[in-house]
């Protein structure tokens, strides 16, 4: 950690008893033990990662711990959406029982969305509830998946359709790990930063028309200043709807049709859920378009500003022959919002402006696809 005081924040997600803390920021790894110690129940810990993060940062976790006198075990996962499942959600729990990780211990997630989400469920399941801290590596995980509670698996049917709702203890969110992650992973990540702009902070969807390359360089003070503001956006809508029960599905804004593209895909590394999700993003303002709720205008800046980035902003850029219909289709009537049969989208009246809409049928879905790049079956 450099001498000069490191570019911090923290962000509260105020849950009534169940409230915790998101820190943001410079060299929260080295100080991840002062950090850790006040919620430990005992000097004892477990961290679930992967093996990338392992390599690349959990000597650093391991030596902060140690020299604090906080005993750690670490499982190493493999990498990607793959794990992902029931296989290593059962692995992940024989393992802790093993490690004889007691209710009031701490499990930490150190990594991306993948083991956020695997540890999470995991945490909520073992001995009918474990406490976990969240240390999210990659800039979506940051941004979005850490943040909240959601936690899950996937499935042959579809993308975190097997989970629990469980918050965790802490989030502690170090912006100096994002300078290992690839460029891809990065441009991953700054689609959910976008996503908040364009779904109800049009201020700060204009911030990042003027400084995603600076956000994307991880200059310090605009990578603390985007995820802070995403946290932010986030914290008060989960504050308000923690069950999704009501607009906390407007965080899906993308989702529907994201969702889909990445089932298609087969979840093995050729679309990234941040991919997914900017196009998806860009979808829904031209399926918003297409009904008539929304200038083309804020549809364009949308595809700019992530075309900029090189996300995915049409679907020939992940599908040149096309996706069929009827495919999608049948993949987004899996979705989580779906009630009584009956898909809810995600759409926009502007940038800044998203809402939730109960109305769409299927030939009207289809017909837009078959307009936008899918394919008769």
């Known amino acids: 950690m450099s001498s000069h005081s490191p570019v911090r924040q923290t962000v509260p997600v105020q849950l009534g008893n169940r409230s915790y803390d998101i820190v943001i920021g410079s060299g929260l790894l080295g100080d991840a033990a002062k950090l850790i110690a006040p919620l430990l129940n005992r000097p004892k810990l477990a961290i679930i990662t992967d093996r990338a993060v392992a390599a690349a940062h959990l000597p650093a976790l391991q030596k902060a711990?140690?020299?604090?006198?906080?005993?750690?075990?670490?499982?190493?996962?493999?990498?990607?959406?793959?794990?992902?499942?029931?296989?290593?959600?059962?692995?992940?729990?024989?393992?802790?029982?093993?490690?004889?990780?007691?209710?009031?211990?701490?499990?930490?997630?150190?990594?991306?969305?993948?083991?956020?989400?695997?540890?999470?469920?995991?945490?909520?399941?073992?001995?009918?509830?474990?406490?976990?801290?969240?240390?999210p590596t990659s800039l979506l995980a940051q941004v979005d998946s850490s943040i909240g509670g959601k936690t899950a698996i996937n499935v042959a049917q579809g993308k975190n359709l097997i989970g629990a709702f469980h918050q965790p203890d802490l989030v502690l969110a170090d912006t100096d790990v994002l300078a290992s992650l690839p460029p891809r992973q990065l441009a991953a990540g700054y689609a959910e930063i976008v996503k908040y702009g364009a779904l109800g902070y049009a201020d700060f969807f204009a911030w990042?028309?003027?400084?995603?390359?600076?956000?994307?360089?991880?200059?310090?003070?605009?990578?603390?200043?985007?995820?802070?503001?995403?946290?932010?956006?986030?914290?008060?809508?989960?504050?308000?709807?923690?069950?999704?029960?009501?607009?906390?599905?407007?965080?899906?804004?993308?989702?529907?049709?994201?969702?889909?593209?990445?089932?298609?895909?087969?979840?093995?590394?050729?679309?990234?859920?941040?991919?997914?999700?900017?196009?998806?993003?860009v979808m829904a303002f031209d399926f918003s378009v297409a009904r008539g709720h929304c200038a083309e205008a804020d549809s364009v800046r949308l595809r700019q500003v992530l075309a900029a980035a090189g996300l995915p902003v049409w679907m020939r850029d992940i599908a040149p022959d096309g996706f069929a219909v009827t495919k999608l289709v049948e993949a987004m009537q899996q979705d989580k919002k779906v009630e009584a049969g009956q898909m809810r989208f995600i759409l926009a009246r502007a940038l800044g402006d998203s809402f939730i809409a109960n109305d769409v049928n299927v030939p009207d879905l289809s017909a837009f696809l078959l307009a936008n790049g899918a394919i008769e079956p």
């Open 65 to 135: 711990l140690a020299d604090a006198q906080i005993e750690s075990d670490t499982m190493i996962l493999p990498e990607g959406e793959p794990t992902k499942s029931f296989g290593d959600l059962e692995r992940v729990c024989d393992w802790l029982l093993d490690k004889k990780i007691e209710r009031n211990d701490c499990i930490v997630a150190f990594g991306g969305g993948v083991i956020g989400d695997l540890t999470g469920f995991a945490a909520a399941i073992l001995r009918r509830g474990t406490r976990f801290i969240q240390m």
């Open 208 to 281: 990042l028309e003027k400084n995603g390359a600076s956000v994307l360089a991880l200059e310090p003070a605009a990578i603390t200043h985007a995820i802070a503001q995403s946290c932010h956006a986030k914290a008060d809508i989960v504050a308000r709807d923690e069950r999704e029960t009501g607009e906390r599905a407007l965080l899906n804004l993308g989702h529907t049709f994201g969702h889909a593209f990445e089932a298609l895909c087969g979840y093995g590394g050729r679309l990234l859920h941040g991919e997914a999700v900017a196009l998806g993003m």
